[in-house]
């Protein structure tokens, strides 16, 4: 079964998804941890805590690799950027070494970023990619990553990286896919605030039409977290 965990708001939450992480991080101490972090405006205070005593202590920085569920299709210090959200956020901040940075590449157009990242997953994750860990949010109409509810059926399977178009701002964006995404050892979800109370009712009562819905780790439902503030829980005990 899934976890769900609810805090009474955005600092609580960010609080304990950290510490979540730094958990799921110190199983990698002498190994490499591949992290791959989500976008949007949810996961900032998440990031800044983990950049912040004592957490910044905690996390194997120099063995770990920092990867994206997804990217617009912007330069890397466009305010749209999610490499800029989590590079102010997160890795200014702490010692993850330049090389271990997978940015998804949008300067270079949709299709050319997505096939480098594609490159790259297979170079350092081998032919059958999974990060260890794997951060989402997810948008009020139901999309996670950058796979909305208009054409998420049409993703190709066996496909770790797809091309999509949509959200806010509505640009081309390069995504991973659920083969990727259910492929992680370990699933964060991250939804705060009364607009996704809604959609995250029907995630959780496994809406199909609703793309978050088909977050399904294959290694088990207890691989995936969910960590909300009340208002977007504020529906689950109805049904939820
Ligand atoms: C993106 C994100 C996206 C985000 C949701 C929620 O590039 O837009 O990766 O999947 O997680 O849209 O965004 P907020 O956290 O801003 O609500």
């Given at each position: 079964m899934h976890e769900v965990v609810v805090a009474k708001d955005r600092e609580a939450v960010a609080e304990l998804a950290a510490g979540f992480i730094a958990k799921i991080a110190g199983r990698y101490e002498d190994s490499t941890f591949n992290l791959s972090l989500s976008g949007g405006r949810t996961p900032v205070l998440l990031y800044e805590k983990l950049a912040a005593e004592p957490l910044?202590?905690?996390?194997?920085?120099?063995n770990?690799?920092?990867?994206?569920?997804?990217?617009?299709?912007?330069?890397?210090?466009?305010?749209a950027s999610n490499y800029r959200m989590a590079?102010?956020?997160?890795?200014?901040?702490?010692?993850?070494p330049d090389g271990q940075i997978h940015r998804i590449r949008g300067e270079l157009g949709a299709e050319e970023a997505a096939s480098?990242?594609?490159d790259e997953l297979l170079q350092n994750?081998?032919?059958?990619?999974?990060?260890?860990?794997?951060?989402?949010?997810?948008?009020?109409?139901?999309?996670?990553?950058?796979?909305?509810?208009?054409?998420?059926?049409?993703?190709?399977?066996?496909?770790?990286?797809?091309?999509t178009y949509g959200g806010v701002p509505e640009v081309e964006r390069?995504?991973?896919?659920?083969d990727l995404i259910n492929a992680c050892d370990q699933i964060a979800v991250l939804a705060q605030g009364?607009?996704?109370?809604?959609?995250?009712?029907?995630?959780?009562?496994?809406?199909?039409?609703?793309?978050?819905?088909?977050?399904?780790p294959i290694g088990g439902e207890e691989r995936l977290h969910f960590f909300l503030d009340s208002e977007a829980a504020s529906l689950l005990d109805k049904g939820g």
């Amino acid at each position: 079964m899934h976890e769900v965990v609810v805090a009474k708001d955005r600092e609580a939450v960010a609080e304990l998804a950290a510490g979540f992480i730094a958990k799921i991080a110190g199983r990698y101490e002498d190994s490499t941890f591949n992290l791959s972090l989500s976008g949007g405006r949810t996961p900032v205070l998440l990031y800044e805590k983990l950049a912040a005593e004592p957490l910044i202590e905690e996390l194997p920085w120099k063995n770990t690799h920092i990867w994206w569920g997804d990217e617009r299709v912007v330069g890397p210090d466009d305010p749209a950027s999610n490499y800029r959200m989590a590079r102010e956020s997160l890795l200014e901040r702490v010692p993850v070494p330049d090389g271990q940075i997978h940015r998804i590449r949008g300067e270079l157009g949709a299709e050319e970023a997505a096939s480098r990242y594609r490159d790259e997953l297979l170079q350092n994750l081998g032919t059958q990619p999974r990060f260890n860990l794997c951060v989402l949010g997810v948008g009020a109409d139901g999309h996670t990553a950058s796979i909305f509810p208009e054409h998420f059926k049409k993703l190709k399977i066996g496909e770790p990286v797809a091309v999509t178009y949509g959200g806010v701002p509505e640009v081309e964006r390069v995504t991973i896919t659920f083969d990727l995404i259910n492929a992680c050892d370990q699933i964060a979800v991250l939804a705060q605030g009364k607009d996704k109370a809604e959609i995250m009712q029907r995630i959780l009562m496994g809406d199909p039409t609703v793309p978050a819905s088909h977050i399904e780790p294959i290694g088990g439902e207890e691989r995936l977290h969910f960590f909300l503030d009340s208002e977007a829980a504020s529906l689950l005990d109805k049904g939820g």
